[in-house]
């Protein structure tokens, strides 16, 4: 069985104040050991989440991490040694916004994954199509191309303890969601495809949907066979509805 997750990734929100009481109301909330929460703060304020949530079960992740595992001379980088210093069990790698706005390639990102687990990190991938690539039939390929460029480098038992989130590009901040069943052949795409290496990482591995996730239509899409949980960006600012969404990926 693979445990739920719901994963915030909070992006460049946040001032102290905002932070403070999104930690507030996170600490309230009813969790269960059935689902894992975790949440992905800014860089500076991971410190002070890590102090504000120590009492709950809620778990931590940083939105990025260098090429390069251990701390040294690389300006405005941070580590995976320091994310797991400050508590950090879990990082993205390769979101949409890093690949299209920063043009990280698969070839970093690949890079990033082997750093984060170099030093114990849970990997989230992000893979993804655009707009024009679903216009095009391409969705299959493009996602399958982004994961077989982890696997090519590192092989499929780097799966093993690594998490892969689904974010189709026309998604994500735009309102738009991809309906349960489109985001079912998505997920389903990715674990036969995973299977065609190894059937006890496809088994094992979970698979997030990522792209405009709400209280309100989160059950629907947690409740398909091969999604097993969500990575949300904007609902992911409002701890309640964070909380609904939560709760609705422990109803499947
Ligand atoms: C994201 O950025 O990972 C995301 C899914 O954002 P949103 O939920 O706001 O679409």
Do not use: N, R, V
């Given at each position: 069985m693979r445990k739920p997750l719901v994963a915030g990734n909070w992006k460049m929100h946040g001032t102290r104040a905002d932070v403070a009481e999104l930690i507030e109301g996170l600490s309230k909330l009813a969790l269960s050991d059935e689902v894992e929460m975790v949440v992905f703060p800014p860089f500076l304020f991971i410190d002070r989440v890590e102090v504000g949530l120590a009492d709950s079960s809620i778990g931590l992740g940083a939105q990025d991490c260098a090429v390069q595992p251990e701390q040294g001379a690389l300006t405005g980088e941070i580590a995976a040694s320091q994310l797991r210093d400050v508590g950090c069990g879990y990082v993205l790698v390769g979101h949409s916004e890093r690949r299209l706005?920063?043009?990280?390639?698969d070839d970093t990102v690949a890079k990033k994954f082997a750093s984060a687990q170099k030093m114990g990190i849970v990997p989230v991938l992000c893979v993804g199509e655009t707009r024009e690539q679903r216009e095009a039939g391409k969705t299959f390929d493009v996602v399958k191309g982004q994961l077989k460029s982890v696997i090519d480098v590192?092989?499929?038992?780097?799966?093993?303890?690594a998490v892969v989130a689904y974010e189709p590009v026309w998604a994500i901040g735009t309102g738009l969601t991809a309906t349960p069943d489109e985001a079912q052949a998505v997920h389903q795409e990715l674990r036969q495809f995973i299977r065609s290496y190894s059937n006890v990482v496809a088994d094992k591995v979970r698979l997030l949907y990522g792209g405009s996730v709400k209280g309100g239509n989160a059950a629907e899409l947690f409740g398909?066979?091969?999604?097993?949980?969500g990575l949300v960006?904007?609902?992911?600012?409002n701890a309640n509805e964070f909380g609904v969404i939560y709760h609705a990926a422990g109803s499947k």
């Open positions: 706005i920063l043009l990280e390639d590192l092989g499929i038992e780097a799966f093993e303890s398909m066979p091969d999604i097993d949980g960006g904007g609902a992911s600012l």
